[in-house]
């Protein structure tokens, strides 16, 4: 039996934490919101996000940050990507050599370009950072529906303690050591998720959303691998795994987001009726940032920054990705 606290009592977070006391670990959900640990004890149940899925009793429900963080472990970071660096510093004091933090979120800090990951390394440089990342709805995996992540670290024992902590009968994990390839596959492809989301309110077809998360995966794989990711990450759960799920669940808040985009919304309606963080929004700009400083080529992430945030229409957008100049497929293949 392992300590693990998780900080970031959201959907995901409470969904973990029932997949590690399932696996008979001791776990403690920590909340900076009153509001929330009041639901939580009182319910035993995240009745906004994931009702009807009850925590298991031995799940403890904390709001003093100092316990939830002392003498664990693990603590697993899951909180929004906006939020992740204040954290970071808040639990600093608490933080002892060497302390393993996991990194369920998904995002690009767009003052300063860092995942999620760079950001816990940069406040807390005395931690061992690691990420679990894949194609995970919280929704899901809360009911135990069969569903497989990958863990990154920067060192195989860490990744193989993170992977036999999470395991169990309905959660498989892999492992592996590309930390940035697998940030970038999960920050990323929420960007393009909210383009899926906009094809479909624009009632657009399967052609479409094909040809959309298909040139969408090169594009993420195309930065990547220019910032050190690896080519397998993005062919994997972390990459076209976590692409496909995001761009076609029901579940997904950037798909949904983009779905009343392309039915007309504004981006604040949308936002005010899905009533939780759009990471797909949040990481464009950075997205687009990062491409510019790396020359490197996303017309895609281009056009959505345009949707968000110059008012460009939807319908013009495509336009303007299908009359691109003509180009091979893979420049380099050759004849």
Known sequence: MKKISFLGAGSWGTALAIVCANNGHKVTLWSKLPS?????????????????????????????????????????????????????????????????????????????????????EDELPMADVAVLSGPSHAEEVSKGVPTTVVVGAKNQKTAMFVQDVFMGDCFRVYTSPDIIGIELGGALKN????????????????????????????????????????????????????????????????????????????????????KQVIEGVNCAKAAMALANKHHVTMPIVEQINAILFENKTAAQAVKDLLSRDKVMEYKSLTW
């Open 36 to 120: 929330e640990i009041e639901m939580l004890r009182e319910h035993r149940e995240h009745v906004d996000r994931l009702p009807g899925v009850k925590l298991p009793e031995s799940i403890i429900i904390e709001d003093d940050i100092e316990k939830a963080c002392r003498d664990m472990d693990i603590l697993v970071c899951a909180v929004a990507s906006p939020f992740v660096r204040d954290t970071a510093k808040s639990i600093k004091p608490f933080i002892r050599e060497h302390q393993i933090i996991v990194n369920v979120g998904k995002g690009i800090e767009e003052a300063t370009l860092m995942t999620l990951c760079e950001i816990l």
């Open 191 to 274: 960007v393009i998720a909210l383009a899926a989301g906009i094809l479909d309110g624009m009632g657009l077809g399967d052609n479409t959303k094909a040809a959309l998360m298909t040139r969408g995966i090169t594009e993420i794989s195309r930065l990547g691998v220019e910032l050190g990711g690896k080519m397998e990450t993005f062919c994997g759960l972390s990459g076209i795994g976590d692409l496909i799920v995001t761009c076609t669940s029901k579940h997904s808040r950037n798909h949904n987001c983009g779905y009343l985009l392309g039915k007309g919304k504004t981006l604040e309606e949308a936002k005010a009726e899905i």
